[in-house]
């Protein structure tokens, strides 16, 4: 697995180009919220999407919703998440 700060950059990738946004990664932050107030907009059907890249890309699977919201906050959270998920993985 790659450090944290190429994690990061490789999730801001991943954003950008699953979600089609009409900016580039430098705009996204890793602590920005990526929902709500202040945040970069991402929606629910945005939230789908990431879901479904997260799986695709790094095994991570995301259950419910509850788990979405706690997971989806940041480009840090998402990071933690896959890191962990990464850790479980070998442990096995």
């Known amino acids: 697995m790659s450090t944290s700060e190429e994690l990061k950059a490789e999730i801001k990738?991943?954003?950008v180009e699953n979600l089609m946004l009409q900016f580039g990664v430098e705009k996204i932050t890793n602590n920005?919220?990526?929902f709500g107030?202040?945040?970069?907009?991402?929606d629910s059907v945005d939230a789908l999407q990431l879901v479904v890249a997260l799986d695709k890309n790094y095994g991570l699977k995301i259950?419910?919703?509850?788990a979405a919201?706690?997971?989806?906050q940041s480009v840090d959270?998402?990071?933690a998440a896959v890191t962990a998920h990464a850790g479980k993985q070998v442990a096995v």
């Open 13 to 15: 990738r991943l954003i």
């Open 32 to 34: 920005q919220p990526l």
């Open 37 to 42: 107030p202040d945040s970069l907009g991402l």
């Open 63 to 66: 259950p419910d919703p509850e």
């Open 69 to 72: 919201r706690t997971i989806l």
């Open 77 to 79: 959270t998402i990071a």
